[in-house]
């Protein structure tokens, strides 16, 4: 990155639809999970701008002198409670920074910000997974100061066996 290119932080608006599926495909194709990804705009624009609005998702784009700003980086975050604390904390569900554009600071300014979202709604934390096997993900979160959370294991319940399970089906 030159010294003529700044960093800023965006949020996604309902025109940014399209480019929020294209930044969590490319997550899931480098965590080798794309088959995974059903997500459709139609959805995502219900998750991120309906009445009932989960989940919101911010941009980092990158200004380069008499340029056009180019979305290089991605980051979704959720509400999450705690019982323990009897509070809100940040979730962040996601973040993706283009190939080209790691190791620039896109994803520290992504988390920083998401910080400030902690800190002005007056949540004491915030918090995300990682899977095992992603050691440069693992390292820049270390980095930053992040703890790993021991003793957690993270367990999903879904298709057949939340079928089984849900007493209404």
């Known amino acids: ?9 965006r949020p996604a608006t309902k025109d940014d639809v399209a480019l929020v599926l294209q ?3 490319g997550l899931a194709d480098y965590e080798r999970l794309a088959d995974q ?3 459709t705009e139609a959805n995502l624009a ?3 701008f309906g009445p009932n609005a989960n989940a919101e998702a911010y941009f980092a784009h990158l200004s380069i002198r008499d340029g056009e700003p180019v979305s290089v980086g991605c980051a979704i975050f959720t509400q999450h409670y705690s019982t323990y604390s009897g509070n809100s904390s940040l979730y962040l569900e996601d973040v993706f920074v283009l190939p080209e554009w790691r190791g620039h600071g896109v994803g520290r300014e992504l988390l920083a910000y998401g910080a400030g979202l902690a ?3 007056g949540y ?3 918090e995300w997974s990682v899977l095992d096997w992603n050691e440069p993900a693992i390292g820049f979160y270390e980095k930053l100061g992040a703890e790993r959370i021991d003793g957690w ?3 999903r319940l879904s298709g057949e066996a939340l079928e ?3 007493p209404l089906s």
């Open 23 to 25: 930044f969590i495909k």
């Open 46 to 48: 219900e998750s991120l």
């Open 124 to 126: 004491p934390r915030m």
């Open 164 to 166: 089984r399970l849900n």
């Open 119 to 121: 800190k002005s709604r």
């Open 1 to 9: 990155m030159s010294d003529k290119s700044v960093i800023s932080i």
């Open 37 to 39: 990804v059903v997500a």
């Open 153 to 155: 294991l993270t367990y």
